[in-house]
């Protein structure tokens, strides 16, 4: 069973499964209604309904079975209600994650083993591997780097690795267009999705308010010090790092270093301020061994987007992570994820708190 999106990647893993002999079959994954959550539905997405065409299209050119499955109330809970909940705690959170380990991972595979399939498979840019000394299932980085998406699959467990397939991970996005060329597919040059599929339009503060109704209630812009410096317009319409948009007039640029939900307060600072050396991690997700025992050292990547530093994972006895960096990281952001890599394997990962 491939998850396909519509978009061009998810198109050729298909051909390609195909090409290679499996029995395949095309899903797309109902997420949501567009006119109850995207009125006004801009820009480029992935999953939404607009694409079903495109994926059903390529489905009939490759001959194969094709079906709609309706998750749109599990997304909710799941997705969205995770990712309103994270911004009322002051955390900035990334749903794609979630997205991918309860819904795509999860409940896709779950449908895939109701029906006798034996795998599923989607458009990624990882790599699977099995370590027969350990026994294990392991998540390794892409081949072509820049797209690699390891970072946003450090949830899966041993059984969804086991089950899943990832046709693109030896291939570079040029390959891949070329092949999509090859196969004869309408959407060889389509664009890549570049934003959340649930707020095309990236003002992730207006779907939060204007959408599912959550107040941002003003409170005060303060320094270290907790010296007042102005009113903000609410925590969820700011994250760590950020300087534009602040709407202060101040003698220097001043950063947000942090927001503290107990107290509606958005601590700013100089810049110097946002670098960190060390982070906690929480829920953490183990891929290539069961559980950390003893500090190690790996490299560890704190944003998608992000190079990875060398650091030192130390387990703590609540099971969370101490994360300590040989040279100070900038603004490391709760609700985001920690990914932790030894070359090109992925260790495991969890949120930052």
């Given at each position: 069973?491939?998850?396909?999106?519509?978009?061009?990647?998810?198109?050729?893993?298909?051909?390609?499964?195909?090409?290679q002999?499996?029995?395949?079959?095309?899903?797309?994954?109902?997420?949501?209604?567009?006119?109850?959550?995207?009125?006004?539905?801009?820009?480029?997405?992935?999953?939404?309904?607009?694409?079903?065409?495109?994926?059903?299209?390529?489905?009939?050119?490759?001959?194969?079975?094709?079906?709609?499955?309706?998750?749109?109330?599990?997304?909710?809970r799941?997705?969205?209600?995770?990712?309103?909940?994270?911004y009322?705690?002051?955390?900035?959170?990334?749903p794609?994650?979630?997205?991918?380990?309860?819904?795509?991972?999860?409940?896709?595979?779950?449908?895939?083993m109701?029906?006798q399939?034996?795998?599923?498979?989607?458009?990624?840019?990882a790599?699977?591997?099995?370590?027969?000394?350990?026994?294990?299932?392991?998540?390794?980085?892409?081949?072509?780097?820049?797209?690699?998406?390891?970072?946003?699959?450090?949830?899966?467990?041993?059984?969804?690795l086991?089950?899943?397939?990832?046709?693109?991970?030896?291939?570079?996005?040029?390959?891949?267009?070329?092949?999509?060329?090859?196969?004869?597919?309408?959407?060889?040059?389509?664009?890549?999705?570049?934003?959340?599929?649930?707020?095309?339009?990236?003002?992730?503060?207006?779907?939060?308010?204007?959408?599912?109704?959550?107040?941002?209630?003003?409170?005060?812009?303060?320094?270290?010090?907790?010296?007042?410096?102005?009113?903000?317009?609410?925590?969820l319409?700011?994250?760590?790092?950020?300087?534009?948009?602040?709407?202060?007039?101040?003698?220097r640029?001043?950063?947000?270093?942090?927001?503290?939900?107990?107290?509606?307060?958005?601590?700013?600072?100089?810049?110097?301020?946002?670098?960190?050396?060390t982070?906690?991690?929480?829920?953490?997700?183990?891929?290539?061994f069961?559980?950390?025992?003893?500090?190690?050292?790996?490299?560890v990547?704190?944003?998608?987007?992000?190079?990875?530093?060398?650091?030192?994972?130390?387990?703590?006895?609540?099971?969370?992570?101490?994360?300590?960096?040989?040279?100070?990281?900038?603004?490391?952001?709760?609700?985001?994820?920690?990914?932790?890599?030894?070359?090109?394997?992925?260790?495991?990962?969890?949120?930052?708190?």
């Amino acid at each position: 069973m491939v998850a396909m999106s519509g978009g061009v990647d998810s198109a050729v893993a298909a051909a390609l499964l195909v090409r290679q002999g499996y029995a395949v079959c095309g899903t797309t994954l109902k997420l949501f209604s567009e006119g109850d959550i995207l009125p006004q539905k801009t820009g480029r997405t992935c999953c939404a309904l607009s694409d079903v065409e495109d994926a059903r299209g390529v489905a009939r050119r490759l001959g194969i079975p094709y079906y709609v499955l309706n998750y749109s109330d599990r997304f909710r809970r799941d997705v969205i209600c995770r990712f309103a909940a994270a911004y009322r705690r002051g955390e900035t959170p990334n749903p794609c994650i979630d997205c991918n380990r309860y819904i795509k991972f999860a409940a896709l595979l779950s449908r895939a083993m109701l029906l006798q399939l034996d795998c599923i498979a989607t458009g990624h840019y990882a790599q699977t591997a099995y370590d027969a000394r350990t026994g294990r299932y392991l998540l390794k980085k892409a081949v072509d780097r820049a797209k690699d998406q390891t970072y946003v699959l450090y949830g899966m467990t041993q059984e969804q690795l086991r089950h899943t397939r990832f046709p693109l991970g030896s291939l570079t996005k040029q390959e891949v267009r070329r092949y999509a060329a090859d196969f004869g597919f309408d959407n060889a040059q389509k664009p890549d999705s570049q934003d959340i599929c649930f707020v095309p339009d990236g003002d992730y503060a207006s779907f939060l308010v204007d959408t599912l109704g959550i107040p941002a209630h003003p409170g005060h812009f303060t320094d270290r010090d907790g010296r007042i410096l102005g009113v903000h317009r609410g925590l969820l319409r700011y994250t760590v790092g950020q300087r534009r948009g602040l709407g202060l007039s101040l003698n220097r640029p001043m950063y947000v270093l942090s927001k503290e939900a107990s107290s509606n307060t958005v601590v700013l600072g100089d810049e110097a301020a946002l670098y960190r050396s060390t982070m906690m991690v929480r829920d953490v997700n183990w891929i290539s061994f069961p559980t950390l025992t003893a500090p190690m050292d790996a490299m560890v990547k704190t944003r998608y987007n992000q190079r990875e530093a060398p650091a030192v994972l130390t387990p703590l006895a609540d099971g969370r992570v101490l994360v300590t960096f040989q040279t100070p990281q900038r603004a490391i952001t709760p609700g985001q994820a920690a990914v932790f890599y030894q070359g090109d394997v992925v260790l495991g990962g969890g949120s930052i708190v």
